[in-house]
Nanobody, 126 residues
């Protein structure tokens, strides 16, 4: 089970940190990802991180502004979002990918993830 939190209403240029807490004892067996869905749009990839945080991947739209990280001791993945823009407004979802090989690529495909959290709303005003 994945529980996302940390969303809110902020102004353009502000920062937010999202958290996603996972239940269970095998958190390190999963790659983790963040996706977002704006009103009227499809859910899109934001960022992903490997099992130990050694590899990350970002959507071009957030590179240099967002940072994904994880703490396996706390079963939590984070998304630090800086320099927020109105176009970042969306519901943000965390997701878990049960990898078969720890060297597998980090995927940006929705169907590459096995479990999803409930989402947290991020609203950026101009």
């Amino acid at each position: 089970q994945l529980q996302a939190s940390g969303g809110g209403l902020v102004q353009a240029g502000d920062s937010l940190r999202l958290s996603c807490a996972a239940s269970g004892r095998t958190f390190s067996s999963y790659f983790m990802g963040w996706f977002r869905q704006a009103p009227g749009k499809e859910r899109e990839f934001v960022a992903a991180i490997s099992w130990n945080g050694g590899r990350t991947r970002y959507a071009d739209s957030v590179k240099g502004r967002f940072t994904i990280s994880r703490d396996n001791a706390k079963n939590t993945v984070y998304l630090q979002m800086n320099s927020l823009k109105p176009e970042d407004t969306a519901v943000y979802y965390c997701a878990a990918d049960k990898y078969l090989n720890y060297l597998d690529s980090l995927t940006d495909r929705l169907n590459g993830y096995d479990y999803w959290g409930q989402g947290t709303q991020v609203t950026v005003s101009s």
